[in-house]
């Protein structure tokens, strides 16, 4: 499923993520990437001016900072739609942040400001060094938008692609050819690197487009909820990406609605909820925030769920009980574990209550918004249609 290489765009919710070609400037004005570099000066371009620029006196402003971003109280409006409250936040280089939040948190807002697609209100942000207001051509270079399936040539070899890649991004002939091979290799195609794609797996078709990705190293890659409304398979292709990028160093910003994702791909997570952040800390930190394990109670007949409720008692949290309209399952807090479920199992037994499923679970983003906001985050589940 080829997608258009759109200049500058910001992977959209649903839409197949797109690759920005076009950040760069051609080969001329830059000096090349080297091959294999994964150096702290990254793509290996000429210092940019910065008024960011943080002390140590010598080197491009990106290198002397610990953080590859850095937002500070930024604030945006669409007319009276607060989107963004003053957030501030901060993603140390090499790491993976998670941006988790609902619908309408402002997540997309965040990534469009900081990858300048828009301009916020007031504050500031520095993006691979980059001052987001006075030098949003820097941040340009030195980021990359994707998410999943570039638009590879079906009747190309991956060799082939991978180095057509490579000259879109600017790069010579002869640093193009190195570039993919090196890539090739790295990623056990040299054996099928000269066969065309088309007769290429999934598999193999997933490794060249994540190279495709790493052809010339971005600084800072923002994904914008790369995984809202795909099917498992291609979301475990996003999350090999988001593996692949961290293993070569670069920080990513990835924006999700999935608290099991954030767990599995983040360093650190901030949660935001209309416009402000809520929380952060690591997926660990977050779910002591919410009280550890949870207990779903799932009753045969779906109506009963106001009956489980009352029959709980008082281990159903009255934020709970006041959110539960059209509720199928109940999930609880269990900071007993297996204590609380025996508790809970008495307790719907002698209410004469018969379940479909009982058992305990880590904490849903549900979970975590509503020991947080007290109001539940959205009911759907990864893999539901968005
Ligand atoms: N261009 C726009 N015009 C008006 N309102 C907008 C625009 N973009 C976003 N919003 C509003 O700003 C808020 C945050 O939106 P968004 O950043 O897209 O949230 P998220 O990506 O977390 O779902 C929402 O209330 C949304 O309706
Ligand atoms: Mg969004």
Redesign the pocket.
């Known amino acids: 499923m080829p997608s258009s290489n759109e200049a500058g765009t910001v992977t959209g ?1 649903n839409a197949p993520p797109t690759r920005s070609v076009d950040s760069r400037p051609p080969g001329g004005d830059t000096p090349e990437p080297r091959i294999g570099d994964v150096s702290e000066s990254g793509t290996g371009r000429a210092p940019a001016a910065s008024a960011y620029a943080h002390t140590n006196g010598s080197g491009p402003a990106a290198t002397a900072s610990t953080h590859a971003v850095r937002v500070e109280n930024i604030t945006k409006s ?2 009276d ?1 607060h ?1 963004l409250r003053g957030v501030s936040f901060a993603a140390a280089r090499g790491t993976v942040l998670g941006i988790l ?1 609902p ?8 990534v469009k400001i900081l990858s300048t697609l828009l301009r916020p209100d007031s504050g500031t942000a520095v993006v691979a060094g980059h001052d987001i207001r006075k030098d949003p051509a820097g941040v340009r270079r030195s980021i990359m938008m994707t998410g999943q399936y570039a638009a590879l040539d079906e009747n190309l070899s991956g060799r082939e692609n991978l180095e057509l890649f490579g000259r879109l991004m600017g790069l010579g002939k002869s640093a193009a050819r190195k570039r993919a091979d090196a890539l090739l290799a790295e990623f056990d195609l040299v054996a099928s690197g000269r066969r065309p794609v088309r007769q290429y797996s999934g598999g193999m078709r997933r490794r060249v487009d994540i190279a495709c990705g790493l052809v010339v190293r971005p600084e800072v890659v923002f994904l914008d909820e790369p995984t809202t409304g795909l099917d498992p398979r291609s979301r475990q292709g996003v999350w090999d990406l988001v593996s692949a990028l961290k293993e070569q160093g670069i920080t990513v910003l990835l ?1 999700t609605q999935y608290l099991e994702e954030a767990d599995v791909l983040s360093d650190n997570i901030i949660v935001i909820d209309k ?1 402000t952040v809520i929380a952060e800390g690591t997926a660990d930190e977050l779910k002591e925030k919410t009280g550890g394990s949870y207990c779903e109670v799932v009753p045969l007949d779906p109506t009963q769920v106001g009956r489980a409720a009352t029959a709980l008692g008082d281990l159903v949290p009255p934020a709970l009980a006041l959110s539960l309209g059209g509720a199928e399952r109940l999930s609880i807090p269990a900071p007993e574990g297996a204590a609380t479920l025996a508790e809970a199992l008495r307790r719907l037994d002698a209410a004469d209550i018969a379940l479909a499923d009982i058992g305990l679970r880590r904490p849903s983003l549900d979970d975590v918004f509503l020991s947080i906001t007290g109001h539940p985050g959205r009911a759907e589940q990864p893999g539901d249609p968005a």
Do not use: I, W
């Open positions: 919710e669409f007319g739609v989107a939040g619908n309408g948190a402002g997540k997309t807002t965040a924006t416009g």
